[in-house]
């Protein structure tokens, strides 16, 4: 009798212990919860805050409240929808336990402020930001740093798709689109287009195309190529019927003569003669100026734009209208050639990158890469590569 009594003693007190023991976990969980809770609460009351001075959109890391400036931001399919302070909880307690991220705008159609969590991407991949996106039915992803928005069924996600951006050219344009025999492309536009498939992070494909045909070519439906590069002027013309970037290289129009004859040509007024054998490329700028400006000289349209230097310099031609951005190439590669008025051009202008109207998401992407490559120098040093004149301080 007494082992037994001792064996309920220790029975009952195993049972209170653990009885004891369930009642404290469970006590802890839920001060854990609390304590939690208690601590989403105080993260979305501060993002609360924070949206209200920022109506226009913003993202946000929770962990620091700091906004940052790089990356690319895609929402969260499951935060979809969430708006105002009601349901920003739900926003924030996702974020901690994912990515840390939080975006949010003012949507003025309906006055309601929109939540997402967020997951941040490198800038350098834009496709697997668009995939992303598309997994999450998103319309659009966030470039942080140059505030641009992609939409995922724009130009831009048609080329990430592909996996190949088209450049058209004409090939013909030294230093700035030339195509050698072996149909290697070189030039200071080829590399800029080098750069534009770069931070899109697809591979690049040249299609030919003709000072003639350049604006058709642009506009053909279906599309030859996705966008044309190498020695194209900005112009109100062209875009009246077509986007153009900003301007990556500073030109105007001057001339190419024999350097023997250079003495001879020192104004517009020196050319307009009819003695003066004016030789240019069809279909391009260059003939339009010549066409307007020049009209007591005896002006002869030459097919190929490439081989009109060597013709200028062997006396079948006295003076080609060029640009200053090719003149410096020829000058220095044939010493036969001159350019008397290389620094008083006829006109002043900037080369750009063209492309069909309805391509707003290809644009901004080409001007962001412009843009990028101003302000870290690698602008300046393509033109130092080639010689050229940097315009943009």
Known sequence: ?????????????????????????????????????????????????????????????????????????????????????????????????????????????????YFDSTKLFPENDLKGAVQFGKENGQYSVFILSTYTDIPLDGKVAEILGRGTILFGTTGDYRPLSFREADGTYWGFGIEVAGEIAKRLGVSIQFVPTSWPTLTADVLKVPQLFDLAIGGITITEARRETMLMSDGYLANGKTILCRASEASHYKSLADIDKPEVRVMVNPGGLNEKFANENLTHANIVVHQKNE????????????????????????????????????????????????????????????????????????????????GLVYAYE
């Open 1 to 113: 009798m007494i082992r037994l009594e001792k064996y309920r003693v220790w029975l009952f007190l195993a049972v209170l212990t653990i009885c004891g023991t369930a009642s404290f976990a469970s006590c802890s969980s839920n001060d854990d919860n609390a304590t939690e809770q208690s601590n989403i609460t105080t993260i979305a009351d501060k993002v609360w805050a924070f949206s209200q001075a920022h109506p226009d959109g913003f993202t946000i890391d929770i962990r620091t409240m700091s906004e940052p400036t790089e990356g690319i931001a895609v929402s969260y399919a499951a935060t979809k929808n969430s708006h105002s302070r009601d349901q920003l909880d739900k926003v924030v307690s996702h974020a901690l336990q994912h990515e840390g991220y939080v975006g949010g705008w003012l949507n003025s159609e309906d006055g309601l402020y």
């Open 307 to 386: 081989e009109i230097p060597t013709l200028v310099a062997e006396g079948q031609a006295d003076v080609m209208i060029t640009e200053i951005t090719e003149a410096p190439y020829y000058v220095q590669t044939d010493p036969r050639l001159a350019a008397p008025l290389l620094n008083a051009p006829f006109t002043h202008g900037e080369i750009g990158v063209l492309m069909q109207k309805g391509q707003e998401d290809l644009l901004q992407m080409v001007n962001n890469v412009i843009s990028q490559m101003k302000k870290d120098g690698s602008l300046r040093k393509l033109h130092e590569k080639y």
